[in-house]
């Protein structure tokens, strides 16, 4: 749990430095709208490669932490892609051929394993800087010591009440509170990667 904690701060400093010093002025000056880990890593990687490197190993170490992040987001963002175009009739074969991969079977396995049933949910959450400050969703669902404890550093895609805030959360087994594949949020909490209800979900990601 120390451990996990101890990770989801450095993941927080990371993302708190790369944007202080790759993020644009308009970043800068919204806490709340932090850029995503991708677009970060990218701009490390350029400022690293060019002639005057301005770039530094903290930079790197730091572009380095924020990459499961990066990981889940990307394939969080192609499980909908894929769900979508299933939706709207291309074959396995067809999304195979776009993913790069060797066949449409190949392509229906990632899918389904970017898309089975969450095993936990995060069922509760609340502003881990903030004294006192009170719990959202349902504290509630698991009986005591069923349920562990994280925090998070809120980035999501769209700004909201909760962006950019260090944000404490109550996770266990999953019942059946969370979102079909194709709309449902995850967060990473002590390195992994966490569905949310979709009470939760709706609050804490708009849905």
Partial sequence: MIAGVHRNEMITLAH???????????ERRTPGAP????TLIQRVLKA?????PAADDA?????LALLAIDRWEA??????????ARRRGLSW?????????DSGQAA????????????????????ADEEGSPWHGDPDALPPGDYETGTIFVSPARPGLFSGRLLELRYGPAGDQYEPSYLRAYATV??????????????????
């Fill in 16 to 26: 708190r430095r790369l944007t202080r010093r790759f993020g644009t002025a308009q």
């Fill in 35 to 38: 850029p995503p880990a991708g």
């Fill in 48 to 52: 690293a490669l060019s002639p005057q």
């Fill in 59 to 63: 930079d790197l170490r730091a572009a």
């Fill in 75 to 84: 394939e969080s963002r192609e499980a909908d892609l894929v769900a979508l």
């Fill in 93 to 101: 074969r067809e999304i195979a051929v776009h993913l790069g991969l």
């Fill in 108 to 127: 229906q396995q990632r899918a389904q394993r970017l898309t089975r049933p969450p095993a936990t949910l995060i069922y509760a959450f609340r502003a």
């Fill in 190 to 207: 002590n390195n992994r990667r966490v569905a949310v209800t979709a009470a939760v979900q709706k609050e804490l990601f708009g849905g």
